[in-house]
């Protein structure tokens, strides 16, 4: 890519698109090209076919899925496959008739098997059962790999895909119900806090009710009061958290430093190889992490863990030597991580 490329970031408005925008105007790109999923929906191939005709983009960041954590994989399976499978098909499709230099697929570390050995090496992928929780998103992301893989088997294209782990930051989604772990625990320990405090006006304008009434019957759908929060699961899975400017970051490295052909080596293992997980290589046990939340927002009430609940996955270290043998790692410890987006979600709701 040069400063001048032409590179489309399709879901520039999410938590990672958002940073990747942010990452390469800071590196001096400057003709990026975006489209909001009101103006261009990607599940339309029609639109999808007349937008890379109209634009020619270079260079593609796909970066623009139906996203969510364990409970909404989990209830909304048919969106989750239908859009996942229709977003990227269209995008990675038109990509190739179009003649985009080189594409960036994202997928997740949860097309790993289910009882994956750990850390888990990009070579796993397909050796075993998926974790049913989110099978059907992480169906969709295996046919995202093999789409590009595929396609750059028969037809050449340079389309790259990688692994990202857990991931949070500005941007994120802090919706009780649909929400990853992170932004889930972040809101509800600091809702708890301020009930804990009388501070029932900040209560009131985080959630956008009328009453205090109507955030406390609200909050206690989602196990939270003044004297304790709801944890869901056991609290024994681990997780590997990584901040989302870390993983733009990493993104733009891959695209400025990776090309298909350098994991393709013809051997049948490095073919099936071809994605790079992203993440830090370390974990911690969502119990522990909602300790580290507690102590942060500086709650002083109890942690309730509702076994109800689904644990999804226990366990989902990620392997990163391959993409630290490339010249890449992450810069932003969890406990860092953590204070700075406590500080951008208080900001947040602030304005
Ligand atoms: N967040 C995480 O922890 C992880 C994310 N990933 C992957 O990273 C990528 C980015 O995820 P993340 O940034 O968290 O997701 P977000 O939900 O924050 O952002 C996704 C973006 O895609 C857009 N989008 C969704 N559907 C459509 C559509 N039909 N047409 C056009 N735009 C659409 C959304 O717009 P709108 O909001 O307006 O719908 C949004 O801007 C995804 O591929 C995800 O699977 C992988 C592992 C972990
Ligand atoms: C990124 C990744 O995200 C999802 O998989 P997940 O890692 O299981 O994601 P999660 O963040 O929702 O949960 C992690 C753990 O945390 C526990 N947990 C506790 N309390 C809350 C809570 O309040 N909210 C949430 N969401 N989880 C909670 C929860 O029970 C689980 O044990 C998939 O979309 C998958 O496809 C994917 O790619």
């Given at each position: 890519?040069n400063?001048?490329?032409?590179?489309?970031?399709?879901?520039?408005?999410?938590?990672?698109?958002?940073a990747?925008?942010?990452?390469?105007?800071?590196?001096?790109?400057?003709?990026?090209?975006?489209?909001?999923?009101?103006?261009?929906?990607?599940?339309?191939?029609v639109?999808?076919?007349?937008?890379?005709?109209?634009?020619?983009?270079?260079?593609?960041?796909?970066?623009?899925?139906?996203?969510?954590?364990?409970?909404?994989?989990?209830?909304?399976?048919?969106d989750?496959?239908?859009?996942?499978?229709?977003?990227?098909?269209n995008?990675?499709?038109?990509?190739?008739?179009?003649?985009?230099?080189?594409?960036l697929?994202?997928?997740?570390?949860?097309?790993?098997?289910?009882?994956?050995?750990?850390?888990?090496?990009?070579?796993?992928?397909?050796?075993?059962?998926?974790?049913?929780?989110?099978?059907?998103?992480?169906?969709?992301?295996?046919?995202?790999?093999?789409?590009?893989?595929?396609?750059?088997?028969?037809?050449?294209?340079n389309?790259?895909?990688?692994?990202?782990?857990?991931?949070?930051?500005?941007n994120?989604?802090?919706?009780?119900?649909?929400?990853?772990?992170?932004?889930?625990?972040?809101?509800?320990?600091?809702?708890?806090?301020?009930?804990?405090?009388?501070?029932?006006?900040?209560?009131?304008k985080?959630?956008?009710?009328?009453?205090?009434?109507?955030?406390?019957?609200?909050?206690?759908?989602?196990?939270?009061?003044?004297n304790?929060?709801?944890?869901?699961?056991s609290?024994?899975?681990?997780?590997?958290?990584?901040?989302?400017?870390?993983?733009?970051?990493?993104?733009?490295f891959?695209?400025?430093?990776?090309?298909?052909?350098?994991?393709?080596?013809?051997?049948?293992?490095?073919?099936?190889?071809?994605?790079?997980n992203?993440?830090?290589?370390?974990?911690?046990s969502?119990?522990?992490?909602?300790?580290?939340?507690?102590?942060?927002?500086?709650?002083?009430?109890k942690?309730v863990?509702?076994?109800?609940k689904?644990?999804?996955?226990?366990?989902?270290?990620?392997?990163?030597?391959?993409l630290?043998?490339?010249?890449?790692?992450?810069k932003?410890?969890?406990?860092?991580?953590?204070?700075?987006f406590?500080?951008?979600?208080?900001?947040?709701?602030?304005?």
């Amino acid at each position: 890519m040069n400063k001048d490329s032409k590179i489309y970031i399709a879901g520039h408005r999410g938590l990672v698109g958002s940073a990747i925008l942010i990452n390469l105007q800071e590196k001096g790109y400057h003709n990026i090209v975006t489209r909001t999923h009101k103006e261009l929906d990607l599940t339309n191939q029609v639109a999808v076919e007349t937008f890379f005709n109209e634009e020619n983009p270079e260079y593609v960041f796909l970066a623009a899925a139906k996203v969510g954590g364990i409970v909404a994989n989990n209830t909304y399976r048919a969106d989750f496959i239908y859009e996942n499978m229709m977003i990227q098909n269209n995008v990675i499709h038109q990509s190739y008739l179009t003649g985009v230099k080189k594409l960036l697929f994202l997928g997740s570390t949860c097309i790993y098997p289910k009882n994956c050995p750990q850390p888990m090496k990009e070579e796993y992928l397909l050796t075993d059962t998926l974790e049913y929780t989110n099978e059907p998103y992480a169906i969709a992301k295996i046919a995202g790999i093999k789409m590009c893989e595929s396609y750059n088997l028969q037809y050449g294209t340079n389309f790259i895909s990688v692994m990202p782990t857990n991931l949070y930051g500005p941007n994120d989604n802090f919706d009780l119900e649909k929400s990853h772990v992170l932004p889930a625990l972040i809101r509800k320990i600091h809702l708890a806090k301020l009930l804990s405090e009388s501070n029932y006006d900040e209560v009131i304008k985080d959630l956008e009710v009328a009453s205090i009434e109507e955030a406390r019957t609200y909050l206690s759908k989602f196990g939270v009061s003044e004297n304790s929060v709801e944890i869901w699961g056991s609290g024994n899975p681990r997780r590997e958290f990584l901040w989302s400017e870390d993983m733009a970051d990493a993104c733009v490295f891959i695209m400025e430093n990776r090309d298909f052909s350098d994991t393709y080596n013809k051997g049948e293992q490095e073919i099936r190889n071809t994605h790079i997980n992203i993440g830090t290589g370390q974990d911690i046990s969502i119990k522990e992490l909602a300790e580290t939340i507690k102590n942060t927002v500086g709650f002083k009430g109890k942690l309730v863990f509702n076994t109800n609940k689904p644990d999804g996955t226990m366990r989902k270290l990620t392997d990163v030597s391959k993409l630290n043998s490339l010249g890449w790692k992450h810069k932003v410890s969890l406990d860092k991580g953590v204070n700075i987006f406590l500080k951008w979600y208080l900001n947040f709701f602030d304005r």
